[in-house]
């Protein structure tokens, strides 16, 4: 099983990872010839999608993950429910934008509109997809989509960059990926078993409200910065506190796959520990060399990809990768699994009050490295608050669900090469320190990862 869920989270991390390395290299390149202005209002458009978009599925990626696909209810129960959620969700969001925004002009809001609608959509069918063991899907579909999205962007750029303009292909881009997903999984449904059920609503109101919470939590900063400040210092907070895309990618992937399998009925309390441990391990080895090159050469990487002109940024960014080594698992999926829903709602109300508390704190006094500070710390205190239900509930020690003596040598392994050459060699030969740092921390990263599963096998036989 172990081997099946690796297998099946590299192809998910590989289709998500092609559109996101790509916007990744989209943001540099903004970011370099666009003004600070024109690119902080370019990053609002994109921080309301990834907060919205949330909203507006409201909780349905996970419930689909946790009870099946959609196409295992009745379609006037799914149409009934898709027009309800979006009624209740993107109407609020028009009203807001439409009286309070004032970034966005009113053609721009409704170009904004539909392409939250349309990149919702494409949520909803890609937990489908998962659902289904289908992800090959998400590969084909999700090269096609990048490619056109990095080609759109730079025509854009090349004929004079318009936010509008811009917008508009981007539609175009997300309706094309979503046909391609839809003609596809109408073709794996048709060979598939369909199980008729009926919707737990309870369940997916608890999930839809605290996707909606954890989502507005993580980003609140960003929210109170969009509606106090101008573009150009909100551009400085987000080259920031922007996260690394492989982070959530692989994250979000692995516990993806880890509760499609737990949700089957063959699963068991002792094998679904046994995965949250092994997802931990195998997290470990790739985010703990991360977290160490992105702590100690912060300023390098900012510098590299921003250029001096985002220098602000570096005590941002270095503050924010304190989040990584938590990272190394999902903290709601046990309880998820076992339908603790008030449990995971409470937990987001504990991270939003903490949250808002320590920005009013700390902001006075650190300003924006204070907003950053809160968020860090209001996360860790939420995590700590889910692993004590945790082992209450599945009755377990902290050590039945880490491995500590494999996690730690490798958080040491990980940290301490990277922190001797900065000391001793990063005054003399800055930028030779810095690509040496990063060849050790891929190099480190393979190594436990190998080490740990087969990489040769999975790549080539479990996935290609």
């Known amino acids: ?104 002009d009113f053609i721009t809001t409704i170009l904004f509109l539909i392409l939250l609608i349309s990149q919702s959509l494409y949520i909803i069918q890609e937990s489908n997809v998962v659902s289904l063991i289908a992800n090959k899907i998400l590969v084909f579909s999700n090269l096609i989509y990048a490619l056109l999205l990095f080609i759109i962007h730079m025509i854009v750029l090349y004929y004079g960059y ?90 979000s992937a692995f516990q993806t796959i880890i509760t499609v399998q737990s949700a089957k009925a063959e699963s068991t309390e002792e094998k679904n520990i046994e995965l949250f441990n092994t997802s931990s391990i195998f997290m470990a080895g790739i985010l703990f060399p991360l ?68 920005m009013i704190i700390l902001y006075p006094q650190f300003r924006l490295s204070g907003l950053a500070m809160a968020v860090v710390i209001a996360t860790y205190i939420q995590a700590a608050f889910y692993l004590f239900k945790i082992t209450r509930i599945y009755n377990k020690s902290l050590f039945d669900l880490f491995d500590l003596k494999k996690i730690i040598p490798v958080f040491l392994i990980s940290f301490v090469p990277l922190l001797a050459i900065k000391l001793l060699l990063g005054t003399q030969l800055p930028g030779t320190t810095f690509i040496l740092a990063c060849i050790i921390a891929v190099v480190t990263s393979i190594y436990f990862v190998n080490k740990k599963f087969d990489l040769k096998d999975l790549f080539f036989r479990k996935i290609f």
């Open 291 to 358: 977290f160490s090159l992105c702590y100690i050469y912060a300023y390098d990487i900012i510098t590299l990809f921003y250029t001096r002109s985002y220098i602000e940024s570096v005590q941002l960014f270095a503050i924010s990768s304190l989040l990584i080594p938590m990272r190394i698992c999902n903290y709601t999926v046990l309880l998820q699994l076992k339908s603790k829903g008030l449990i995971i709602l409470t937990g987001s109300l504990i991270d939003f009050f903490i949250t808002i508390l320590l």
């Open 162 to 251: 318009d936010l509008k303009l811009c917008i508009l292909l981007i539609i175009l881009v997300s309706v094309i990926r979503n046909s391609i997903i839809k003609y596809a999984l109408v073709k794996h449904v048709a060979f598939s078993e369909k199980i008729k059920k009926q919707i737990n609503k309870i369940q997916l109101i608890w999930f839809g409200l605290n996707d909606t919470l954890q989502i507005v939590t993580k980003w609140i900063d960003k929210l109170l910065l969009i509606a106090f400040l101008p573009s150009t210092e909100y551009a400085i907070y987000f080259n920031g506190t922007y996260e690394i895309p492989l982070i959530g990618i692989a994250l």
């Open 1 to 104: 099983m172990q081997s099946s869920v690796v297998s099946n989270t590299i192809s998910l991390i590989i289709s998500k990872l092609i559109p996101s390395a790509l916007l990744v290299l989209i943001n540099i390149i903004y970011s370099r010839y666009l003004s600070h202005a024109d690119y902080g209002l370019y990053q609002i458009l994109w921080t309301y999608i990834n907060i919205f978009i949330i909203i507006t599925t409201f909780g349905l990626p996970r419930y689909i993950l946790t009870f099946g696909n959609l196409y295992n209810y009745p379609a006037k129960d799914i149409i009934k429910l898709s027009f309800v959620v979006f009624a209740l969700t993107v109407i609020p969001i028009a009203i807001y934008f439409i009286a309070f925004e004032k970034n966005f």
